[in-house]
C-alpha cells in the first residue's frame, strides 16, 4: 500500500491504461496544458514558474489540465492520442462517442460537470441510446471525466454537483469517487464497460491523500462500500460528503452513537442491496449529498429505502442537501449552503431523540 492524492491515483491510471492499451485515447480542453511550451527566464524574473532558471536556459511545461490530471501524457503518447481541444464541448463530446463507436476507447475530459449543459443533447440523445438504437450492435466505451463539488467560491456555473440528474437518463453509469483507490479503480472499470459511464470527480478532493494499492485494482461498477459499521443510523454519503459523514461519526462514537456509513460509489447503476441490508439493521436513514434538494440523488434513496424496506423502518427517512438555489458566491453564504459536519451530528441525534 502507498498514498496518493486523488488526483494522482488518475493520473497513474490514466498512463497505465494508455500504455497498455492503444486504442485508448484522450479528449478536451487544456488537457495537454502546455506540453511542448518552451518559457525563457527573463533576467529580471526572481520568482514564479521561471524560477532557478538560467537566462539562457529553457523549461518545457506540461501542466496537464486545470487540476493536473493530465499530465506527461501528451509527452509520452504524443498528441495524436492526447488531442487538446477548442472551448467546444458539443463538438469534442460528439468526436468522442463517434471514435468510442468506430472502435476506440477515448476518455473525454469536461472541465466543469456545470459544462454539460452545453453538451447535453450529445450526452442523453446520443451518447445514452446508441447501444440500444443499435440493438447491441454498436458498443460505446466511452468515458466522460468531470468535476463537481462546491466550497472553493468557484461560483455557480463552476461548483454544481449534477449526479443525480445524470443518473435520471436510461443509457448512462455515472460513478463519484471519495478517494484515490476508488477513483483508480472506478476508472478502469469505466472504461473496460460497453457502455458510456461519466465519472464526476469532486475537485476538492483532488489532493485528499489515501492509501492505495500498487497496482491500482479495478473496481466494479454498481458495487457500494461500508465505509464504517453501526447500527444506530444508516448514512449514505456522496463524495465529498463521505468524509464529512467520517468526521461527525467520530464525534457520535464518542457520544455511544455508532452510525453506519454506506459510500455509494456509483451512483447508477445503484448498490439498493447494500443501503437496504443496513437499513435492516439501523432502522433509521440520512443521506448525506451535495446535489439537488428537489428531485435529486437523495430523494432517489429515500423512495427506493421507502418502497423496498419500509418495514424496516423505525422513522422517516431523512437528507442533507443544499438548498434549492444556485451556489453562492460569497465563501461564507457558500458554507452555510453546503451540508457539514455540524449538519450532520444535528441529525442523527434527533434522529435518535425521535
Given at each position: 500500500?502507498?498514498?496518493?492524492?486523488?488526483?494522482?491515483?488518475?493520473?497513474?491510471?490514466?498512463?497505465?491504461?494508455?500504455?497498455?492499451?492503444?486504442?485508448?485515447?484522450?479528449?478536451?480542453?487544456?488537457?495537454?496544458?502546455?506540453?511542448?511550451?518552451?518559457?525563457?527566464?527573463?533576467?529580471?524574473?526572481?520568482?514564479?514558474?521561471?524560477?532557478?532558471?538560467?537566462?539562457?536556459?529553457?523549461?518545457?511545461?506540461?501542466?496537464g489540465?486545470?487540476?493536473?490530471?493530465?499530465?506527461?501524457?501528451?509527452?509520452?503518447?504524443?498528441?495524436?492520442?492526447?488531442?487538446?481541444?477548442?472551448?467546444?464541448?458539443?463538438?469534442?463530446?460528439?468526436?468522442?462517442?463517434?471514435?468510442?463507436a468506430?472502435?476506440?476507447?477515448?476518455?473525454?475530459?469536461?472541465?466543469?460537470?456545470?459544462?454539460?449543459?452545453?453538451?447535453?443533447?450529445?450526452?442523453?440523445?446520443?451518447?445514452?441510446?446508441?447501444?440500444?438504437?443499435?440493438?447491441?450492435?454498436?458498443?460505446?466505451?466511452?468515458v466522460?471525466?468531470?468535476?463537481?463539488?462546491?466550497?472553493?467560491?468557484?461560483?455557480?456555473?463552476?461548483?454544481?454537483?449534477?449526479?443525480?440528474?445524470?443518473?435520471?437518463?436510461?443509457?448512462?453509469?455515472?460513478?463519484?469517487?471519495?478517494?484515490?483507490?476508488?477513483?483508480?479503480?472506478?476508472?478502469?472499470?469505466?472504461?473496460?464497460?460497453?457502455?458510456?459511464v461519466?465519472?464526476?470527480?469532486?475537485?476538492?478532493?483532488?489532493?485528499?491523500?489515501?492509501?492505495?494499492?500498487?497496482?491500482?485494482?479495478?473496481?466494479?461498477?454498481?458495487?457500494?462500500?461500508?465505509?464504517?459499521?453501526?447500527?444506530?443510523?444508516?448514512?449514505?454519503?456522496?463524495?465529498a460528503?463521505?468524509?464529512?459523514?467520517?468526521?461527525?461519526?467520530?464525534?457520535?462514537?464518542?457520544?455511544?452513537?455508532?452510525?453506519?456509513?454506506?459510500?455509494?460509489?456509483?451512483?447508477?447503476?445503484?448498490?439498493?442491496?447494500?443501503?437496504?441490508?443496513?437499513?435492516?439493521?439501523t432502522?433509521?436513514?440520512?443521506?448525506?449529498?451535495?446535489?439537488?434538494?428537489?428531485?435529486?440523488?437523495?430523494?432517489?434513496?429515500?423512495?427506493l429505502?421507502?418502497?423496498?424496506?419500509?418495514?424496516?423502518?423505525?422513522?422517516?427517512?431523512?437528507?442533507?442537501?443544499?438548498?434549492?438555489?444556485?451556489?453562492?458566491?460569497?465563501?461564507?453564504?457558500?458554507?452555510?449552503?453546503?451540508?457539514?459536519?455540524?449538519?450532520?451530528?444535528?441529525?442523527?441525534?434527533?434522529?435518535?431523540?425521535?
Amino acid at each position: 500500500m502507498t498514498q496518493l492524492s486523488l488526483k494522482d491515483a488518475l493520473n497513474k491510471t490514466l498512463h497505465h491504461l494508455m500504455e497498455t492499451d492503444a486504442s485508448v485515447i484522450v479528449i478536451g480542453e487544456d488537457i495537454v496544458g502546455g506540453a511542448g511550451t518552451n518559457l525563457q527566464k527573463s533576467p529580471d524574473t526572481k520568482s514564479g514558474i521561471n524560477a532557478g532558471i538560467n537566462a539562457d536556459k529553457e523549461l518545457s511545461v506540461e501542466l496537464g489540465g486545470v487540476f493536473g490530471v493530465t499530465a506527461g501524457l501528451a509527452t509520452r503518447f504524443g498528441k495524436a492520442r492526447v488531442i487538446d481541444t477548442p472551448i467546444s464541448e458539443t463538438a469534442f463530446v460528439g468526436m468522442g462517442i463517434g471514435a468510442a463507436a468506430t472502435g476506440l476507447k477515448p476518455i473525454v475530459e469536461v472541465m466543469f460537470c456545470d459544462f454539460m449543459g452545453v453538451c447535453f443533447d450529445q450526452i442523453i440523445n446520443q451518447a445514452a441510446k446508441m447501444r440500444f438504437l443499435s440493438g447491441n450492435q454498436i458498443t460505446l466505451p466511452l468515458v466522460i471525466r468531470t468535476t463537481m463539488g462546491a466550497g472553493d467560491s468557484s461560483g455557480a456555473m463552476h461548483s454544481q454537483s449534477l449526479h443525480g440528474l445524470l443518473a435520471s437518463m436510461p443509457g448512462l453509469k455515472v460513478v463519484c469517487p471519495s478517494n484515490a483507490a476508488d477513483a483508480a479503480g472506478l476508472l478502469k472499470s469505466a472504461l473496460m464497460d460497453p457502455n458510456p459511464v461519466i465519472m464526476l470527480e469532486h475537485k476538492g478532493l483532488y489532493t485528499h491523500q489515501s492509501a492505495v494499492e500498487e497496482n491500482l485494482p479495478a473496481v466494479p461498477l454498481g458495487t457500494g462500500k461500508t465505509i464504517k459499521n453501526g447500527n444506530a443510523v444508516t448514512l449514505v454519503a456522496v463524495s465529498a460528503m463521505v468524509h464529512k459523514a467520517l468526521e461527525a461519526a467520530n464525534q457520535l462514537t464518542a457520544e455511544g452513537i455508532e452510525v453506519e456509513i454506506i459510500d455509494p460509489r456509483t451512483i447508477s447503476p445503484l448498490d439498493i442491496g447494500l443501503i437496504l441490508k443496513s437499513v435492516t439493521k439501523t432502522g433509521r436513514l440520512l443521506v448525506v449529498d451535495e446535489g439537488a434538494a428537489f428531485a435529486g440523488f437523495a430523494d432517489a434513496v429515500i423512495s427506493l429505502v421507502s418502497r423496498e424496506g419500509f418495514s424496516a423502518l423505525k422513522q422517516a427517512p431523512r437528507k442533507l442537501t443544499p438548498k434549492h438555489t444556485p451556489v453562492p458566491y460569497a465563501p461564507n453564504l457558500e458554507q452555510i449552503w453546503l451540508p457539514g459536519t455540524a449538519n450532520i451530528l444535528e441529525t442523527v441525534k434527533d434522529m435518535m431523540n425521535d
